[in-house]
């Protein structure tokens, strides 16, 4: 049977907005693949009295009970003594942590102050989780029908530390594991999606199937429960191709990496290269295609022309049609594609140039109005885009246009 | 007195972790400046029953509640039967909201299912909160001593109603407000900052002072209670100068747009022009400096030379330099940021140049070796970084690199 489970994230600093709780995203999707499921998520503040009662709270409900932050050095970081309490533990101080503690401040030629010294201090008998991403060591013990995990709280350190320690202490062979593919659909609304795929959703128990709205498109998650990944991932094939034919030319099966995952992909697969001149994304697309380890191979780079005097400098456009058309128009747009692929000397060039805001719109080029071009030397194609219709943030209107853009080479690549 | 606060996101997707709760990090900061103190945030799942018990705990010990999400059009947003069934409310259609759906599907060229018509059911009597930013109204109401608030789960209607709608409902002018000021220290490590300030956090009751470690940073919160904004503004004053004067050159005080925004508002100060050359960031230094709206007047562009070929054809670098240094090198960067600032016409120019991971490492030059250049025409300091040491993710490297790269161009700037 499946492991009941609840996350608990310490810190004031949550409590109030000022970071936001990756740390329970992460932790939560990597136990379900080991059959652990979340039933709860909690964020309680540096206080002692009401941390108590979220624990004590999890150890009646809960099986598995991971903790994240207030394992620090400072004097609000009170996690393991509550917790200590809560179990009746009691803290050793723990020599291998307080000397890879000190290797660490050693090794930055920083100054260890005493403070740090109580990182080491963790629950008798408990499995030490080595922290080899910064200074406080996570743990784990078990408490009658209770599993409690601790880890510190910078997703920096969680989140390889999940991975590294608490993934294999929890997994059991005799849980089967989840194992999920994504579809990604353009151009659908959420709710034609859910319309077109109701009875299926209905139906299907393992693979389950269930629709998430993202920016701009709607993400389908297909999840079986199997022995191995490997026989979940063939039992998800099926219900996949299904979909995939339902949506056609508007769906494709993401890889992990999104978007620019499957542009890289495709790119790989056709032996091509892309390269990107952007104005109102302003390095985004760059961003985003570099943000996957290995995309050099692809990827050729791109050029942020945020002034007219770039855009006729680094790419040779002439000042003239930027006057006479304006930065933002079809014309410059065309010219940022088919220049920019010449100047990278890659295959396929994408020309980005709009209005992302909150200002510089008028009633002619509203905020949000975005010309996306891509071309291959042969065709350029430029398309025309109103994402302020929404009133939608600068944030939102240049993801929406970077998104465009990729998914405009996607469609190329495939067609 | 304050009133006790209690966020409550639903849905399933958010409690297995396929999408972070950003929301209750954005309401919970909003809130706290109208003298709203959040006690709890609670994740449930698409599930009646637990989201039933959640809310009659919430209203138990909270006075206000905010739930986010579950009021889509889709068979598991239950958000609005289920609060309508704990509070006692019937659920009416509201005729305005339902028009407001039409239009939307209108205006977007979309077909309405008819499953899009239950988003415009709300609880009788509700202060009813049109969705300018999508489809889902959300809507508040009092129930006894509870006040309670519904908003829809999309960060991007999200935040743009807590602050049109949810802030100005719930602001009570003898609550006062509480304004916070952000300072942000640089290469001094937490428990180092800690150390400093220990007596003056224990001491400082209003404003409050609370230290939180960021990204290769610290960051010092001072918050002060006040009737107005701009007497809580005051109220700071003389802390935030007290800690600036601690820290010296290491610290600065945030404008609320982070480094990039600081680095924005000097050069604007000083009327200087910044581009950057970025191989291993790719782009990210432009995509940090494009993000705040009106940043061209001084932020003229930059390069993603994500290829050796493309360091040549953009920016003229001698390949036989490249060949014979290697790409990542001292004197690459140089060049790089030498380069860029007169490509671009600016006063100052950087360039980075790197090993992201996480491939490519070798022993001379391991995963995480980042040189950043910053160039003023005059004189090109170039800063060799080991940002791998920590085994780092490819993401942390280059968070770190862009920001060391803003960390330079700040201190010249000021100095």
Not at 213 to 231: F, H, N
Not at 264 to 285: H, V
Request: net charge neutral; proline share 5%.
């Amino acid at each position: 049977m499946a492991r009941k489970s609840e996350l608990i994230a310490v810190g004031t600093e949550l409590l109030l907005g000022e970071i936001v709780n990756t740390d329970g995203a992460y932790i939560a999707s990597r136990l379900k693949d080991v059959g652990v499921e979340v039933y709860h998520q909690t964020v309680v503040g540096d206080n002692p009295e009401r941390l108590a009662s979220a624990l004590r709270e999890a150890a009646g409900r809960s099986d598995v009970i991971v903790t994240t932050g207030g394992l620090g050095p400072t004097y609000d970081d009170l996690t393991k003594e509550v917790i200590a309490r809560v179990f009746g533990k009691k803290l050793v101080r723990d020599e291998a942590s307080l000397a890879h503690i000190r290797e660490f401040f050693r090794k930055r030629g920083r100054e260890m102050t005493p403070n740090n010294e109580k990182q080491a201090d963790l629950p008798e008998g408990a499995v030490i989780f080595k922290n080899l991403w910064g200074t406080a060591p996570g743990c784990a013990f078990e408490s009658g029908k209770n599993t409690v995990i601790m880890l510190p709280g910078p997703p920096a350190e969680c989140e390889p530390m999940t991975d590294t320690y608490v993934i294999p202490y929890l997994t059991r062979p005799e849980d089967g594991v989840l194992t999920s593919r994504f579809i990604r659909v353009w151009d659908v609304g959420e709710s034609a999606v859910e319309a077109r795929l109701h009875d299926l959703m209905i139906e299907s128990v393992n693979p389950t199937l269930a629709p998430y709205a993202k920016y701009g498109s709607v993400q389908l998650r297909v999840a079986a429960k199997a022995p191995t990944r490997e026989e979940g991932y063939a039992l998800c094939g099926p219900l996949v191709e299904k979909i995939l034919g339902i949506f056609g030319d508007n769906a494709y099966e993401e890889n992990g990496d999104g978007l620019p995952g499957f542009v890289f992909s495709l790119l790989k697969k056709r032996g091509m290269t892309l390269s990107a001149a952007e104005s109102c994304t302003g390095g985004l697309i760059s961003k985003m295609m570099t943000d996957l380890p290995g995309v050099s191979e692809v990827f050729m780079g791109g050029v942020c022309t945020y002034s007219n005097q770039a855009k006729s400098a680094l790419l040779g456009i002439d000042p003239a049609l930027i006057r006479e058309k304006g930065a933002v128009s079809e014309e410059v747009a065309r010219e940022m594609a088919e220049r920019v692929r010449l100047r990278f000397s890659t295959d396929l060039g994408i020309g980005v140039t709009g209005i992302a805001g909150p200002g510089g719109g008028t009633p002619e080029k509203p905020v949000g109005l975005v010309y996306i071009a891509l071309s291959d030397g042969k065709r350029t194609e430029v398309k025309k885009c109103e994402f302020g219709t929404l009133r939608r943030s600068r944030e939102r209107i240049r993801a929406d246009a970077a998104n465009t853009a990729l998914d405009m080479t996607r469609r190329r690549l495939l067609g």
